[in-house]
């Protein structure tokens, strides 16, 4: 029974609004939008469409593919530690970083439900 449920757990597909959203506004939302009427680079987490939309410098997350997935290399420290996000903070723990690259990996869907400002 456990290994049931387990194995259940590990094919469930991520959710947005119950784990993607809120990991992204606790970690990324003072810079990128929940506290700022113009959101750093251009890039706002508020609101999936807004995740989607991407930033200055253009699409941020390409469903499918968390290797070209800019958000990917921001917070891995791809582009050195300079631009690690989130900035001046402690970075995300791998299992954070897996399970994002998991939601893109399964096409960086939204559960349907809408998001409010």
Request: net charge positive; charged share 25%; hydrophobic share 40%.
């Amino acid at each position: 029974m456990m290994r049931l449920l387990i194995a259940f757990l590990l094919l469930a597909a991520v959710s947005y609004s119950r784990e993607i959203a809120p990991l992204l506004v606790k970690h990324c939302g003072a810079c990128h939008g929940v506290r700022r009427s113009v959101p750093r680079g251009d890039f706002s987490v508020v609101t999936y469409e807004d995740l989607m939309q991407g930033g200055g410098l253009t699409q941020t997350i390409v469903p499918g593919d968390p290797e070209r997935s800019l958000l990917v290399h921001f917070i891995e420290g791809r582009r050195g530690e300079v631009f690690r996000m989130p900035l001046e903070a402690p970075p995300l723990t791998r299992a954070q970083i897996d399970l994002i690259r998991r939601w893109i990996a399964e096409g960086a869907k939204s559960d349907g439900k809408k998001s409010r400002r």
